[in-house]
């Protein structure tokens, strides 16, 4: 005869472990797929110098603002040239506070009040938009004053010769 309780021991033993085997998750199951990490964004930088944005841009959009102060602004066409001008204004605040390919760039913008002179130049640029959204004269005064006084407080700590690498300015100063 024989044994069998040795046998029905194997055989449950078996079922039981084949059972958990079958009925446990798989390890990939149990844990929460997490999403690769994304790449740190590239630093943004200018295909120019800041000194071309500075003439092309920044001096060219500022005279054409102090310009309009002197005249006034008579028509409606003065006034989309004003606000034109002062979206040039506000964008470019933001645009330098990136280096560009300029020797000092790099420099310039890691400098705290560089920072703060392309925000208030932003600043002046977006109040220049308001006053000609409203046709405003006096706040066209205003906001004139304050985009000279970001570019003298910039050009004294930073450039005050002010040089332009050799860049054709317009505009005499």
């Given at each position: 005869?024989?044994?069998?309780?040795?046998?029905?021991?194997?055989?449950?033993?078996?079922?039981?472990?084949?059972?958990?085997?079958?009925?446990?998750?798989?390890?990939?199951?149990?844990?929460?797929?997490?999403?690769?990490?994304?790449?740190?964004?590239?630093?943004?930088?200018?295909?120019?110098?800041?000194?071309?944005?500075?003439?092309?841009?920044?001096?060219?959009?500022?005279?054409?603002?102090?310009?309009?102060?002197?005249?006034?602004?008579?028509?409606?066409?003065?006034?989309?040239?004003?606000?034109?001008?002062?979206?040039?204004?506000?964008?470019?605040?933001?645009?330098?506070?990136?280096?560009?390919?300029?020797?000092?760039?790099?420099?310039?913008?890691?400098?705290?009040?560089?920072?703060?002179?392309?925000?208030?130049?932003?600043?002046?640029?977006?109040?220049?938009?308001?006053a000609a959204q409203d046709k405003n004269r006096e706040a066209l005064v205003?906001?004139?004053?304050?985009?000279?006084?970001?570019?003298?407080?910039?050009?004294?700590?930073?450039?005050?010769?002010l040089p332009s690498e050799g860049i054709a300015h317009t505009h005499t100063?």
């Amino acid at each position: 005869m024989v044994n069998v309780k040795p046998l029905m021991s194997v055989t449950l033993a078996a079922a039981v472990f084949l059972f958990a085997a079958c009925s446990a998750p798989a390890p990939e199951a149990t844990e929460t797929a997490q999403p690769a990490p994304a790449p740190a964004p590239a630093a943004l930088e200018s295909p120019v110098s800041i000194n071309a944005e500075m003439v092309a841009l920044i001096d060219h959009a500022g005279h054409e603002l102090w310009d309009v102060e002197q005249a006034g602004p008579k028509a409606t066409i003065d006034w989309v040239s004003v606000e034109h001008h002062a979206i040039q204004l506000a964008a470019a605040g933001t645009l330098i506070k990136a280096a560009g390919t300029g020797v000092n760039d790099r420099d310039w913008v890691k400098a705290a009040n560089w920072q703060r002179s392309a925000q208030a130049l932003s600043d002046a640029g977006m109040a220049a938009r308001k006053a000609a959204q409203d046709k405003n004269r006096e706040a066209l005064v205003v906001a004139n004053g304050q985009l000279v006084e970001s570019c003298e407080s910039c050009h004294k700590e930073f450039k005050p010769a002010l040089p332009s690498e050799g860049i054709a300015h317009t505009h005499t100063h």
